[in-house]
């Protein structure tokens, strides 16, 4: 398998892709551009970057193989995620391994701030001796207001609080027991800005925080508040922050991420003294790029040579251990779906999937339900289905998806239910395990209790229960060369309506098929490919 390495990463992290085998691993020189790049991608299965290569739609389609990306840092903005996951193609990151690194910068940052130490340096360099001009302010009792109680501004929350600054966060996810865990007061954002001396993001890059930092909030803010911005440029609108410290709304900022890098030599924010900058520095600590390194290495290779998933941005993670737990249950998820597919109409409109038993204990079902979607959609999606993108396509062919654990009492240790409707009209399968979780077998059909194995052909077919009508198919099988693998019947009541279902070994020629449905008796014939 081909790993090319893109960006500069830990020699450790190299070390670990070259430690296996199964791979062969090139490490580019230099950074390449997306034209440079194409015609190198053709064989390669997993791509490492940092943040200076760009994987763009159009170097995903010139990468046929292509399975997983691999981002050294937290943030993938120079990763097309939309069109990765159209293709399969899993976009991980290594969101802990520069947590320590980016807080510290980020409380470095507040510190100089706060005493001016960058413009003394200078001033001290250029031969001065200005004391007064540098005059700062104490963080003890001062308030900081967080946006964003991530990784990273929790840990800036503890540096802060050891400093006796008051801390207030703003973060529409995080619950109140953690807020609570982490001594923090959380508020909305302009309360935040009314009442913070110092404000530092840490959010991730998305329509809602693009530019969200922009003159209208800034308006809002304490006169002479700082500003700080470890996070991701483009957070904080530059124009309207030149704008707001030049008429002395804002008292300074500290940045370490620009809405596009390198950061242009004329840019107004290089004039300004008031304005701390460093050039993305946040994971550049020997400590951060050793481990980012070692944690892309790790997560890549167990995902190319075991299947597990873990910092995935496109797909739940699933470490080794929960992938081995959950992996019996994807195959018959899958085939569960697959029955369904070829029951049920084609315009569905939701689709309900229950885990009973020990399957409502298992520690991830995502997976399993994107077993069963792909089951479900692929013979009308073709190839470019996958695990990573059939969620997406469900949702935009308008199929609700609903998920529910049940502790109902029923003759199964473990079993999966999959429900599918359209408009009124149900059908529905359900499969469990005989043995072991090797030996999947789906047990119900139209909530008919049936025995069929996962595989292979499978006729079923709904015929009147009198006697000699399964000898009479038999006798039929035989006469168009058709072995029967296995057989169940269900029945509703003597003399009444029965689901039979037959494993074949080969498909049943249209002939038979015709001589089947001939008979009065015999109704809904249907050939399912497992």
């Known amino acids: 398998m081909k790993v090319m390495i893109c960006d500069p990463i830990s020699p450790k992290g190299i070390a670990l892709f070259r430690q296996q085998p199964e791979f062969d691993v090139t490490v580019l020189e230099k950074r390449l551009s997306e034209a440079d790049l194409i015609p190198l991608v053709g064989e390669v299965e997993a791509m490492v970057v940092r943040s200076e290569t760009k994987i763009t739609r159009k170097l995903i389609a010139a990468a046929p193989k292509l399975r997983v990306v691999g981002r050294a840092g937290v943030g993938v903005d120079n990763v097309d995620v939309e069109a990765a996951t159209e293709r399969g193609i899993v976009v991980m990151n290594t969101p802990s391994g520069n947590t320590i690194s980016t807080a510290e910068l980020t409380f470095s940052m507040l510190m100089a701030l706060a005493r001016h130490i960058p413009q003394a340096c200078a001033s001290m360099r250029a031969g001065e001796w200005n004391r007064k001009a540098f005059s700062g302010t104490e963080l003890y009792g001062k308030t900081l207001g967080i946006l964003g109680m991530g990784r990273i501004g ?26 609570k865990q982490l001594n923090v007061e959380t508020l909305g954002l302009d309360d935040i800005y009314a009442r913070a001396d110092f404000i530092t993001v840490h959010m991730p890059m998305t329509e809602e925080t693009k530019g969200m930092i922009n003159a209208s909030a800034m308006a809002k803010m304490k006169k002479g508040v700082k500003l700080l911005n470890c996070a991701r440029g483009g957070i904080i609108n530059e124009f309207d922050l030149v704008q707001a410290i030049q008429q002395g709304q804002v008292a300074g900022a500290a940045l370490d991420v620009y809405e596009a890098e390198p950061l242009i030599k004329d840019h107004p924010l290089r004039s300004l003294p008031q304005v701390i900058m460093t050039p993305h520095l946040g994971a550049s600590t020997d400590e951060a790029q050793e481990n980012v390194g070692i944690e892309v290495a790790e997560a890549i290779t167990e995902y190319l040579l075991q299947g597990a998933v873990r910092n995935a941005v496109n797909l739940p993670n699933l470490d080794a251990k929960t992938y081995s737990q959950v992996k019996p249950y994807l195959s018959l998820g899958e085939k569960l779906g697959r ?139 035989g006469k168009h060369n058709v072995n029967i693998a296995s057989m169940s019947l269900s029945r509703e009541s003597v003399g009444g309506q029965a689901l039979t279902v037959f494993q074949l070994d080969t498909l049943p020629p249209e002939a038979l098929l015709q001589e089947i449905q001939r008979d009065p008796a015999i109704s809904n014939v249907r050939v399912i490919k497992l």
């Open 339 to 477: 029955l369904l597919s070829q029951l049920a109409p084609k315009q569905c409109d939701r689709i309900y999937i229950t885990y009973g038993g020990k399957a409502q204990e298992l520690p991830a079902t995502d997976p399993v339900t994107r077993a069963i979607l792909k089951g479900f959609l692929e013979a009308s999606s073709g190839k470019d289905l996958n695990y990573v993108n059939v969620r997406a396509i469900a949702s935009g062919r308008g199929l609700t998806v609903e998920e529910k654990r049940s502790d109902e009492a029923v003759t199964f240790n473990e079993w999966l239910h999959v429900a599918v409707y359209s408009g009124g009209e149900k059908v529905s399968a359900g499969g469990t395990f005989f043995g072991s979780l090797n030996n999947p077998m789906i047990v119900r059909v139209f909530s008919r209790p049936v025995e069929i194995h996962p595989q292979g052909v499978v006729l079923l077919l709904n015929n009147q229960d009198r006697p000699g009508i399964v000898g009479a198919l038999g006798t039929l099988f």
């Open 154 to 179: 929790a840990e800036v929350a503890r540096r802060a609080q050891a400093f006796g600054m008051t801390v207030l966060a703003y973060d529409p996810y995080l619950s109140a027991a953690r807020a």
